[in-house]
C-alpha cells in the first residue's frame, strides 16, 4: 500500500477481533498462539472461529464499518454495480450504473472511502437503460459520460459546475457500438473517451464532442482456455495515472455466468497514446471458487485514500445472492518496487482496516419513510422505466403517499422500488384503495420477473413468476395493513385489519432465489416497492423496512 507495509490479513482479522465492536460474542485464538500452549502439537484443533458479524445501522441495514478501525464487505451492499470513484480534495464521491431505474445515477459521498451517504441524483430524464459511467472533474466541471442500451445505443455527456447540480440535458455523443467509456487525459492535455473492447476516442477540448473516429488501442490479456467464464467481453476500461505511468484496469470474463468468470486485470503505459504492457499478475482479482464469499468479481477503479495509501473499488455477489445484485467492495492496494500494485484484500470475507479521518460521516440512509416530507426520488425510491410525466403520479400529503394507478398489474405500472441490501428482511405498509383501484407490496426483478401480493376491494391477488397466479376473496376491504418477508429467499406474506396489532398469514408462500440476471437477464437485483394499478389514487402509510439477522 501506498508509502506504508501492507497488514498481513491475519494480523488484521486478529486486531479487529481484539477490538470487538460490531462481532459476534467469543475470540479468535491465531495459529500463533495456539503453538505457543504447552502440548499443542498433540491437542485437538481450536474450535472454529466466530463469524465476524457486520454493525447495524438504520432500519437494522448491515454496515460495513465495525467501529474499531476495520470494516467488512461489502461497503455498500444491495444493487451497486460497475462503482465510478472520483477523488475531489478531501471528498469522495461514487455512483453506480442505475439501469431502468429513474431518477438514476444517484451521487453518494464519503470521506474514508467506507461510510458513504447518498446525495441527489444526476440524471432525471429517461433515456434509457443505463450500464457503467465515467465519473470526472475536469478544470473544476464535474462531468458523467453514460453509455445506454436503448434505439439506438448511446453514450451521452452530461456535465455541472457543482457535484449536486444542476446537471445539464444529456447531450449523445454519436457513440453506438460501445459501452463502458472512461474519461482520461494525457500527458499531452488530450481528452479521452476510452471504451469497451480496447478503443478509444478523443474528445474535444470542452468535453463535449468527439474530435475523432474510434480507434482500437488495447489486446486485452486471455485468460486460459480452461478457465469457467461467461465470455471474453473486454470491458469497464478504467484509466489511473500514478508516478510515470497510466494504468489501464479492465473487466474480462463475463460481469455475471458462473462465478469464477468476471476478473480484473491490468496494463501500464509510459504515455496516453501507449504502448501497454500487461501485467505479469493478470489476473489481479477474480473468484477462484464457487464456495468463496464473493462472485464474479470485477470491475475496478484505484483510488488514493485519505490516508496516503491506495484502495480500489468493483462490484461482485454475495455468494447464494444474485438477487441482491452486484454489490460495491473495497480491496486494499500494495504498491510493488517494479511500479505495478496488487491488491491484498485476498477473496474479502475478513476484515480489513479503515482508512482514517477525523470526521467521517453517518453511512447510509434509513429506507423506512413516514411520508412526512417530499419523497425522496432517486437517493431512495424510484420507478421502474418511468414514462415521461411519471413524477406527476406521486403526491406526498399529511403523513401519506398518493400513488396514482398505472396499468392493471406491477409488469405494466412502473412501481415505486427501493435497494435493500441485506440477505434478509421484512417491509410493511397501511395500505387504502379507492374504488376500481388496486394496490399492493413487491419484490420486483423487472416487468417479467416479480412476485407480491394486492388487492382490490373483494379480491386478493397473488403475483409469482412475473403472473398473475390467484384470486382469492378479500374480507377485509378497501384498507389494510400487509408485510412481506423475505428470509434468504424465503417469502411469507401477513395482513393485518387492526393496524397492525395482530397480524394473519396469507395462504401463499414463496421461493425467489432464481430472480436474478442468470434467470432472467438485465443485471437487475429483486427490489421491494409499491405498485398501484387501475383507478384513482391509491394511499399508503407509514411503511416501514426492518432488516433481519440471518
Not at 468476471?262 to 497514446?273: E, K, L, Q
Not at 396469507?506 to 394499478?533: C, K, Q, T
Request: charged share 25%.
Amino acid at each position: 500500500m501506498g508509502d506504508g507495509k501492507a497488514m498481513d490479513r491475519r494480523e488484521a482479522l486478529k486486531a479487529a477481533l481484539i477490538g470487538g465492536a460490531g462481532l459476534a460474542a467469543g475470540g479468535l485464538q491465531g495459529e500463533a498462539a495456539a503453538a505457543r500452549e504447552p502440548g499443542a502439537g498433540n491437542s485437538p484443533p481450536p474450535p472454529a472461529p466466530a463469524p465476524v458479524r457486520w454493525r447495524r445501522g438504520f432500519d437494522n441495514q448491515r454496515i460495513a464499518d465495525l467501529g474499531n478501525g476495520f470494516m467488512l464487505n461489502p461497503v455498500l451492499s444491495g444493487d451497486r454495480p460497475d462503482p465510478a470513484i472520483l477523488k475531489d480534495g478531501e471528498d469522495y464521491y461514487l455512483t453506480f450504473s442505475s439501469f431502468d431505474s429513474y431518477p438514476g445515477l444517484t451521487i453518494w459521498h464519503s470521506r474514508d472511502l467506507v461510510n458513504w451517504q447518498p446525495r441527489k441524483p444526476a440524471l432525471t430524464r429517461n433515456i434509457g437503460s443505463v450500464w457503467a459511467v465515467s465519473l470526472e472533474k475536469h478544470k473544476g466541471r464535474y462531468f458523467l459520460y453514460i453509455p445506454v442500451k436503448a434505439e439506438p445505443n448511446e453514450i451521452y455527456v452530461i456535465w455541472a459546475d457543482h457535484i449536486d447540480g444542476p446537471w445539464s440535458d444529456p447531450k449523445p455523443l454519436g457513440l453506438h457500438d460501445h459501452i463502458d467509456p472512461c474519461h482520461a487525459v494525457g500527458e499531452d492535455g488530450s481528452r479521452w473517451l476510452f471504451l469497451s473492447g480496447g478503443d478509444r476516442v478523443r474528445l474535444s477540448q470542452d468535453g463535449l464532442s468527439l474530435a475523432g473516429k474510434v480507434e482500437h488501442v488495447y489486446d486485452p490479456w486471455h485468460y486460459p482456455d480452461d478457465w469457467d467464464v461467461e465470455g471474453f467481453s473486454p470491458e469497464g476500461p478504467k484509466i489511473h495515472r500514478h508516478g510515470d505511468w497510466f494504468y489501464m484496469l479492465t473487466a474480462v470474463g463475463g460481469t455475471a455466468g458462473p462465478p469464477t468468470g468476471h476478473m480484473v486485470i491490468a496494463a501500464r503505459a509510459r504515455s496516453i497514446h501507449g504502448p501497454w504492457e500487461q501485467h505479469p499478475g493478470n489476473p489481479l482479482v477474480r473468484t477462484e471458487n464457487q464456495s468463496e464469499a464473493w462472485w464474479s468479481r470485477g470491475h475496478a477503479s484505484l483510488v488514493e485514500g485519505p490516508d496516503k495509501r491506495w484502495y480500489t473499488l468493483y462490484h461482485g455477489f454475495e455468494n447464494g445472492f444474485w438477487t441482491l445484485g452486484r454489490q460495491c467492495l473495497l480491496d486494499t492496494i500494495e504498491w510493488t518496487p517494479d511500479g505495478w500494485f496488487k491488491m491484498t484484500g485476498g477473496d474479502l470475507s475478513q476484515p480489513l482496516p479503515v482508512p482514517k479521518v477525523a470526521r467521517p460521516l453517518p453511512h447510509g440512509m434509513a429506507l423506512s419513510d413516514d411520508f412526512s416530507k417530499p419523497l425522496a426520488m432517486g437517493s431512495k425510491w424510484s420507478f421502474f422505466r418511468p414514462a415521461p410525466d411519471e413524477a406527476s403520479r406521486v403526491r406526498v400529503a399529511d403523513g401519506t403517499l398518493h400513488l396514482t394507478g398505472k396499468g392493471l398489474a406491477p409488469s405494466s405500472g412502473s412501481p415505486l422500488l427501493l435497494i435493500a441490501g441485506d440477505t434478509s428482511y421484512r417491509f410493511e405498509c397501511d395500505i387504502e384503495i379507492p374504488p376500481g383501484g388496486t394496490a399492493g407490496l413487491v419484490l420486483f426483478y423487472d416487468d417479467k420477473l416479480y412476485a407480491g401480493l394486492g388487492f382490490d376491494e373483494t379480491r386478493f391477488v397473488t403475483h409469482q413468476y412475473g403472473m398473475e397466479r390467484g384470486r382469492p376473496a378479500n374480507p377485509l376491504g378497501r384498507r389494510m395493513k400487509m408485510r412481506v418477508t423475505n428470509r434468504r429467499h424465503i417469502v411469507s406474506y401477513h395482513t393485518s385489519a387492526d393496524g397492525g396489532k395482530t397480524w394473519k398469514r396469507f395462504d401463499r408462500g414463496m421461493e425467489v432465489s432464481g430472480y436474478h440476471h442468470n434467470v432472467r437477464g438485465g443485471f437487475l437485483m429483486l427490489r421491494p416497492g409499491l405498485y398501484a394499478a387501475g383507478e384513482g389514487e391509491a394511499i399508503f402509510r407509514d411503511f416501514r423496512f426492518t432488516a433481519l439477522e440471518d
